[in-house]
Protein backbone atom coordinates (compact mmCIF):
# COMPACT_ATOMS: atom_id res chain seq x y z
CA UNK A 1 0.00 0.00 0.00
CA UNK A 2 2.69 2.29 0.52
CA UNK A 3 5.98 2.77 -1.16
CA UNK A 4 9.11 1.05 0.73
CA UNK A 5 11.26 4.09 0.55
CA UNK A 6 8.24 5.58 2.90
CA UNK A 7 8.22 2.41 5.26
CA UNK A 8 11.64 2.79 5.74
CA UNK A 9 11.36 6.68 6.72
CA UNK A 10 8.72 6.13 9.08
CA UNK A 11 10.03 3.32 11.33
CA UNK A 12 12.47 5.36 12.75
CA UNK A 13 10.31 8.47 13.39
CA UNK A 14 7.54 6.80 14.64
CA UNK A 15 9.90 5.31 16.90
CA UNK A 16 11.51 8.46 18.08
CA UNK A 17 8.20 10.04 18.30
CA UNK A 18 7.09 7.49 20.74
CA UNK A 19 10.22 8.01 22.89
CA UNK A 20 9.59 11.46 23.30
CA UNK A 21 5.95 11.11 23.92
CA UNK A 22 6.55 9.12 26.44
CA UNK A 23 9.01 11.56 28.25
CA UNK A 24 6.72 13.75 27.81
CA UNK A 25 4.32 12.11 29.61
CA UNK A 26 6.18 11.11 32.49
CA UNK A 27 7.79 14.97 32.70
CA UNK A 28 4.12 15.96 32.93
CA UNK A 29 3.08 13.73 35.77
CA UNK A 30 6.28 14.65 37.62
CA UNK A 31 6.06 18.16 37.44
CA UNK A 32 1.71 17.79 38.12
CA UNK A 33 2.28 15.65 41.08
CA UNK A 34 5.96 15.61 42.61
CA UNK A 35 7.25 19.20 42.00
CA UNK A 36 8.02 20.97 44.82
CA UNK A 37 6.16 24.46 42.92
CA UNK A 38 3.17 22.11 41.44
CA UNK A 39 1.63 21.49 44.72
CA UNK A 40 -0.61 24.30 45.13
CA UNK A 41 -1.47 24.06 41.69
CA UNK A 42 -2.69 20.92 41.79
CA UNK A 43 -4.86 21.78 44.77
CA UNK A 44 -6.14 24.54 42.97
CA UNK A 45 -7.48 22.43 40.33
CA UNK A 46 -8.64 19.78 42.82
CA UNK A 47 -10.34 21.73 45.51
CA UNK A 48 -10.89 25.06 43.45
CA UNK A 49 -9.09 27.30 45.69
CA UNK A 50 -5.21 28.42 46.42
CA UNK A 51 -3.44 30.03 49.36
CA UNK A 52 -3.91 33.82 49.18
CA UNK A 53 0.07 34.39 49.33
CA UNK A 54 0.37 31.79 46.46
CA UNK A 55 -1.76 33.25 43.95
CA UNK A 56 -0.27 37.24 45.12
CA UNK A 57 3.26 35.40 44.07
CA UNK A 58 1.69 33.97 40.79
CA UNK A 59 -0.68 35.51 39.19
CA UNK A 60 -0.04 38.61 40.76
CA UNK A 61 -2.16 40.78 38.41
CA UNK A 62 -5.15 39.24 38.67
CA UNK A 63 -4.99 39.45 42.80
CA UNK A 64 -4.47 42.77 42.07
CA UNK A 65 -7.56 42.93 40.34
CA UNK A 66 -9.88 40.74 42.39
CA UNK A 67 -8.36 41.49 45.91
CA UNK A 68 -6.27 44.47 45.88
CA UNK A 69 -7.22 48.69 45.86
CA UNK A 70 -8.28 48.15 41.90
CA UNK A 71 -10.64 45.79 42.77
CA UNK A 72 -13.62 47.21 40.54
CA UNK A 73 -16.80 47.25 42.22
Known amino acids: LFAPGLVRIAYPIHDIAMVL ?10 LGSFHPGSGESFW ?11 AKHHHAIWYEETYGEKKAE
Open 21 to 30: STFMVCMHGY
Open 44 to 54: GMWKGTVRADW
